[in-house]
């Protein structure tokens, strides 16, 4: 072979060979993906790429977004692969603050939220009674005197007496804890085994009503309710290790249930003690926890002393449970007249609400959250609360300036004074509120505030976010239901049962109730990097819903159902066909 033709030759095999080097560049192979989303309108919450086509999952994370194109690359032999029809798509929904156990719980007792009576109630104990051994008790929760169709004969301030329930349910105690949890009616029996009587006086932060001659009614206002459910607990101690063990996992198995076929897969729960958290690392740790679950650990000071090292987790058992933050209440709750105001109630002007913790020992929890490099997230709903949480908030953001946000929360801030509205934003303080608690409450909130107070200052989302301060979403749980869509259509309409909406000028748009129910909840939570958002990386917690949220109209919300929920890159519930 002549030297010419050996060199085209060795040219020709480099040009072959760089030829063949770049499709394989060109057409580099990805590795297959787990599971495959496709062909959806996928709400990514990422302001980079918002909508998006598909997504690619491998174990528990997101390995890719875009076109179906794009993802189609990463569907191999083994890949899962979900035809998504053009369904809106989106990141699980965080609920921003419940009580997880207290839910769970609450699925095993009377539900009395539908009762449109007092009448009712009495009538739910009655069949109860007649299948509950005689004295054990029966207990139930959901009812609010504002919400019924005619006030209870007799009644002291619109709440009733214990003459209908002392004669449906004589040998049974009986406690129905109030919609708010912060009041509840106990009947003669339950108040007899308290120990309550005419001359027990009202504890601090707390109110017994009484009838003209002093007697007790059986209803509890805030801190009173003690008087009774430390009754009730002592009898529940009785019971076997095993009884109450099981009466736990059972609901906290029916909490992950419910969470899941609403479309939740994180739930920020807001207060639970040191016992409780015990319970649920346990959960975690033999991989029985269903849900995500950002736990506030709700104890006493002393308690919380030098052991808060011991509590303290962040992403605990592959991300299924964190505890990194502190919860105190300082006040009640508007309807039972329990929110700590400025200036009395409208309709009841000899009240300005309860102080329920000393703001003192409230102060004393932000040291030790300070101390601990603990979260802090304090209940406070009327504008007096407001205040002197902000109060301390400030005093102790100065003394101990820090260069990384403490992300401090004020769980509700229903009620605000038009002055401290902007020291949300100025301060960083995350108002973590609940849209559905707006038109839920809405046919009582004028009553007790009067229209100046409640259009300057109730719920006030718009004038929050305008501040630049953070607003997250939640339903309360079991306080509302938990399911989420009711509380996005309530922050975008703000409509109450009539259709008309209360102060619209305070109505998030579609976009930001996506957020408040997303990523910021996950910024709330210091959480921003793992969920929240459908990016490459981050957990695999998807939904898909039967109606656009962004772009049906405002009635159709209310129809949309959960389809599916993926949880860690499964899928965990199905909609039922």
Same mark, same amino acid.
């Given at each position: ?9 060795? #040219? ?23 599971? #495959? ?23 528990? %994370? ?17 890949? !899962? ?7 809106? !798509?989106?990141?699980?929904? /965080? ?5 997880? #156990? ?16 007092? &009448? ?11 299948? +509950? ?27 009733? +007496? ?17 919609? =708010? ?7 003669? @029996? ?58 736990? =996992?059972?609901? /906290? ?45 709700? &104890? ?15 992403? @605990? ?6 505890? %990194?933050?502190?919860?105190? =209440? ?25 102080? !329920? ?35 301390? @908030? ?12 403490? %992300? ?50 109730? @719920? ?20 509302? &239901? ?10 975008? +309409? ?6 008309? =909406? ?21 910024? $709330? $939570? ?35 159902? #959960? ?10 519930? !199905?909609?039922?066909?």
């Amino acid at each position: 072979m002549g030297k010419p033709m050996f060199r085209n030759i060795c #040219v020709w095999l480099c040009c072959c060979f760089l030829f063949n080097g770049w499709v394989a560049i060109g057409t580099a192979q990805v590795p297959p993906a787990d599971l #495959v989303l496709t062909g959806g309108k996928v709400v990514t919450m990422d302001q980079s790429q918002p909508i998006v086509e598909a997504i690619a999952i491998e174990r528990d %994370r997101i390995i890719s977004v875009g076109s179906a194109a794009k993802i189609n690359k990463y569907i191999g032999p083994d890949t !899962t692969v979900i035809p998504l029809n053009g369904k809106f !798509t989106m990141p699980g929904f /965080i609920e921003g603050h419940g009580h997880f #156990v207290g839910m769970g719980q609450s699925m095993m007792m009377l539900n009395l939220m539908k009762a449109k009576n007092w &009448d009712e109630i009495v009538s739910q104990v009655e069949e109860a009674a007649k299948t +509950t051994p005689a004295g054990q008790w029966i207990v139930g929760r959901g009812w609010h005197q504002s919400k019924w169709d005619k006030p209870p004969s007799p009644n002291v301030e619109g709440y009733p +007496t214990d003459a209908g329930i002392n004669k449906v349910a004589p040998n049974h105690p009986v406690l129905l804890t109030h919609a =708010s949890g912060h009041m509840s009616f106990a009947n003669g @029996y339950a108040m007899q085994l308290a120990g309550v009587d005419q001359d027990t006086a009202n504890p601090a932060g707390g109110e017994i009503l009484r009838d003209e001659s002093g007697k007790p009614i059986g209803v509890f206002r805030e801190t009173a309710q003690g008087l009774v459910s430390r009754a009730r607990a002592r009898d529940e101690s009785k019971k076997s290790l095993e009884e109450r063990a099981a009466f736990m =996992s059972r609901a /906290i198995e029916l909490a992950g249930e419910e969470c899941l076929s609403k479309g939740i897969t994180s739930f920020q729960d807001a207060g639970s003690n040191m016992r409780t958290v015990d319970v649920l690392r346990n959960f975690a740790r033999g991989g029985r926890l269903t849900v995500r679950l950002w736990v506030m650990i709700r &104890d006493n000071n002393e308690s919380m002393n030098g052991r808060l090292a011991n509590y303290k987790m962040i992403g @605990y058992a592959d991300n299924f449970l964190t505890c %990194r933050s502190l919860k105190r =209440s300082i006040d009640g709750a508007l309807g039972p007249h329990g929110a700590w105001l400025l200036a009395p109630y409208e309709d009841m002007p000899t009240s300005s609400g309860l102080n !329920t913790a000393a703001v003192e020992s409230v102060r004393r929890t932000a040291e030790l959250a300070i101390e601990n490099d603990f979260q802090l997230c304090v209940h406070a709903i009327g504008d007096r609360a407001n205040r002197e949480v902000l109060n301390i @908030y400030e005093e102790l953001f100065e003394q101990q300036p820090t260069a990384i946000s403490r %992300r401090w929360r004020i769980e509700h801030a229903q009620h605000l004074h038009p002055d401290d509205i902007a020291r949300f934003g100025d301060l960083g303080v995350i108002a973590s509120m609940q849209g559905v608690h707006c038109t839920s409450d809405a046919i009582f909130v004028p009553k007790r505030l009067g229209m100046r107070r409640s259009k300057e200052g109730a @719920y006030v989302w718009r004038s929050l976010m305008d501040s630049g301060a953070v607003v997250t979403n939640g339903t309360d749980a079991p306080v509302e &239901d938990v399911d989420p869509i009711p509380s996005f259509y309530a922050s975008v +309409t703000r409509k109450i049962a009539d259709n008309i =909406s209360f102060f619209p000028e305070q109505c998030m748009t579609r976009e930001e109730a996506l957020r408040s129910y997303t990523i910021d909840c996950a910024y $709330a $939570a210091f959480e921003e990097n793992l969920k929240g958002s459908l990016i490459p990386g981050k957990l695999a917690d998807i939904i898909v819903l039967s109606n656009d949220l962004l772009d049906c109209a405002d009635d159709e919300i209310l129809e949309t159902k #959960v389809e599916l929920t993926i949880l860690g890159g499964k899928v965990v519930y !199905t909609l039922p066909k």
